[in-house]
């Protein structure tokens, strides 16, 4: 298995504009997860989705990120308009379910807004 | 309060010597699950060793081991006959299980480890 794919592992982009980043999940992990990391405030859920329905957004920060999954294979995080502040890298994680139920990231979007 | 704490912003290590890089949790719930993760330079999260809450017994994964005890909420990390390689952010993260079926994962803050040659 590939693991959990993302695109594009690198993003500048300037202030206002729309970014878009993508997720595969391993095949057969029914749970997606997006983080937000940076120096400041860590690891930071985003949203998570179970079987393809969103669980828990709250950690979204505000309206401008939305978040979808419209099949078991495929998950995009958007930000429209972006903001410097957005700067950050961007994991998508994703896990089987069962008893241990372990997170596998992915290599994770470094986007720079500027 | 912290759901994770993880107390050695910064931890050094002679090569081939272990190390223990500590984490403490706090939860109610009777049902979670204790994860060690590692964030080398390269920036990619690896999944290193899990402890589930009713697991009797300490987890070992090759050179690393989860030193478990649930009375005192602690779940640390040891690494045996450490290697250049070692040298990485270590992340301890909890995950807590709700009723609904629901969960959430929860992440210390890190420890970076610097292994010295």
């Known amino acids: 298995d590939a693991g959990v794919i993302q695109s594009p592992r690198h993003e500048v982009t300037e202030m206002g504009q729309e970014v878009t980043l993508r997720c595969k999940p391993i095949s057969g992990h029914n749970s997606l997860f997006w983080y937000r990391q940076t120096m400041m405030r860590g690891l930071e859920l985003l949203i998570y989705?179970?079987?393809?329905?969103?669980?828990?957004d709250s950690g979204m920060p505000e309206d401008r990120f939305s978040a979808k999954m419209p099949n078991a294979s495929f998950s995009t995080l958007k930000i429209q308009p972006s903001e410097p502040r957005d700067s950050a890298v961007y994991f998508c994680?994703?896990?089987?379910?069962?008893?241990?139920?372990?997170?596998?990231f992915g290599a994770g979007t470094r986007l720079s807004v500027l | 309060a912290q759901k994770i704490t993880q107390t050695q912003p910064g931890m050094f290590v002679q090569e081939k010597e272990a190390v223990t890089l500590d984490c403490t949790y706090d939860?109610?719930?009777?049902?979670?699950?204790l994860f060690w993760y590692k964030q080398p330079s390269s920036g990619e999260m690896i999944f290193l060793i899990y402890?589930?809450?009713?697991?009797?017994q300490n987890a070992t994964e090759g050179r690393y081991s989860l030193n478990f005890q649930k009375a005192r909420k602690s779940a640390n990390l040891v690494i045996s006959a450490s290697q250049l390689g070692d040298s990485a952010m270590y992340f301890c993260?909890?995950?807590?299980?709700?009723?609904?079926?629901?969960?959430?994962?929860?992440f210390g803050t890190g420890t970076r480890l610097k292994v010295l040659a």
């Open positions: 989705f179970n079987n393809n329905v969103p669980i828990d």
């Open positions: 993260a909890m995950r807590e299980d709700y009723t609904s079926g629901t969960y959430k994962y929860i």
């Open positions: 994680a994703c896990a089987q379910g069962g008893t241990k139920n372990i997170q596998y």
């Open positions: 402890q589930g809450s009713y697991d009797q």
């Open positions: 939860t109610s719930d009777p049902s979670y699950g």
